[in-house]
């Protein structure tokens, strides 16, 4: 039997006899066209590698990253395709510096050598274990095949959570985990046999999907710290198509509330405050220490001819975790009325320091609005920062923040307009984002171009989520629900 080490030896002198040789590469001044772009990002400490590939016609790639306090990748082929253990050592070594990153690219005309960029490697760690997200094909009315998927931030594994091949004609959506721990979380099953999935402490229960009280699902969710609570909105939601250039869709409520459940009692607890006649209420969320509750508000319409004129604000009121109990007092955050935009998809940062938003023109469903963009506001000057660097001339929503309160990810339509996809940024001590990078695929230029899929609904998860997708599916298809009551 041939000694390992002689296999080793050959092995690698068949590879470096693959590389060819860079000759008379011409110099270009600018950066490479390279897909996806990855010039000048900044990138956490165990993120997968960052494969690209020429963004035109080429026949190879050469690409040399060297780190500037130490260690050295090359490769060529057909794409940059890095070893996995090589990138993370190298990211490790240069944590808080850059990698410095050549590229030659071979066409039909020789050797083009472009100008040198720099990947930095972030002082701030992105300690969650990987991304929970809905990936959907395209359709408005008719659920082709979709699901809840789970990836690994370090490597380029995605597996399903739960498909809706397994519970046929439903559709899975809004996993949503109590920051970021796989130990608590809800989605929301649409369907014959609709539900609200609700994993906490070890057991898995199915709410009724539809509830009389209120005249609707349970949707939107977002978990109190403490575990016990998780607040909701329920909403008559109708969509409309344009008929104009660059807009598509358009969602919006005849109505909708905001509510808390308490999983220890199965309550909905109901509030006049956060059901009102006239205005629409959404998306709640929970403060980083459970005593406030912040969702957005809008005046009803004249449904579907004034959808344009539907802008939300931000409010907050006070939630006694100990009782079960509401503020007596709604406070405005951000006035729609007097700003002209409209907000939604508020998100706190875990340490309280930030609540990320989206503004749009009109409505809340932003994910649609090519308009939208990121912005912070500041808790304790009420502030509004735009993160400039983030954003882009495309629908940017759909974001939720790491544990750490630095990374987060999100979605945007920049790369052709049609699909969302997912993109992960930093904010600094100055609510200063970095350039966002495409999350990373094993060959990117296959992976992206061979899907029909949008992602949404991301969010980060601590560790791999446990689910026996077989018997959820089951349970789902089953009549069997926990009542709850209104109190």
């Known amino acids: 039997m041939m000694d390992k080490r002689w296999i080793l030896i050959m092995l690698t002198f068949l590879l470096a006899a693959c590389q060819e040789e860079v000759k008379n590469a011409k110099g270009v001044d600018g950066l490479p066209p390279i897909f996806p772009d990855y010039t000048e990002v900044t990138v956490p400490v165990g993120i997968a590698p960052l494969n690209f590939c020429s963004a035109g016609e080429s026949e190879c790639l050469d690409v040399v990253l060297k780190g500037d306090n130490g260690g050295e990748m090359h490769v060529q082929g057909a794409y940059a395709d890095f070893d996995a253990d090589e990138w993370h050592r190298l990211l490790e070594a240069n944590k808080g510096g850059r990698l410095v990153c050549t590229v030659c690219i071979k066409t039909k005309d020789g050797w083009m050598r472009y100008r040198d960029f720099a990947i930095y490697v972030s002082d701030y760690p992105l300690e969650d274990y990987g991304l929970t997200y809905r990936k959907i094909a395209p359709g408005y009315e008719v659920y082709s095949k979709m699901g809840l998927y789970e990836r690994e931030l370090a490597t380029f594994d995605e597996r399903a959570i739960i498909e809706n091949t397994q519970v046929p004609g439903m559709c899975v959506n809004c996993h949503t985990p109590n920051r970021t721990n796989p130990d608590q979380y809800v989605f929301h099953v649409r369907g014959g046999h609709g539900a609200t999935l609700v994993h906490r402490e070890g057991t898995t229960e199915l709410l009724q999907a539809l509830n009389d009280s209120l005249k609707g699902s349970m949707v939107y969710p977002y978990w109190h710290p403490s575990g016990r609570y998780c607040a909701f909105s329920t909403n008559q939601t109708r969509q409309g198509f344009h008929v104009v250039k660059d807009e598509r869709i358009e ?61 939300y604000s931000l409010c907050r009121i006070g939630f006694d975790p100990e009782n079960g109990c509401y503020g007596t007092q709604v406070d405005t955050l951000f006035n729609a009325f007097k700003e002209g935009k409209s907000l939604s998809w508020p998100r706190p940062s875990y340490d309280g320091k930030y609540v990320m938003v989206t503004l749009a023109d009109y409505g809340y469903f932003s994910i649609w609005h090519k308009e939208s963009d990121l912005w912070l506001l500041e808790v304790a000057t009420g502030r509004m920062l735009p993160l400039e660097d983030a954003n882009s001339p495309d629908a940017d929503s759909y974001h939720n923040w790491s544990a750490g ?63 026996d997708s077989r018997k959820a599916a089951r349970a789902i298809e089953s009549v069997e629900r926990v009542p709850v009551r209104v109190r």
């Open 251 to 311: 969602v919006f409520d005849l109505s909708s509330d905001v509510f808390v459940y308490d999983a220890e009692k199965h309550e909905l607890l109901l509030d006049t405050l956060l059901m009102t006649g006239h205005f629409s209420e959404n998306s709640p969320v929970f403060s980083p220490d459970g005593r406030t509750l912040y969702y957005t508000t809008a005046l009803q319409q004249h449904y579907p001819t004034g959808f344009r004129e539907q802008k």
């Open 405 to 467: 309160s630095h990374w987060f990810v999100f979605t945007s339509r920049r790369e052709n307009g049609l699909y969302s996809l997912l993109y992960l940024s930093c904010v600094d001590e100055e609510g200063r984002a970095t350039k966002p990078f495409l999350l990373p695929q094993k060959n990117p230029k296959v992976y992206y171009q061979n899907s029909v899929y949008s992602y949404n609904t991301p969010d980060f998860t601590s560790r791999s989520v446990e689910l």
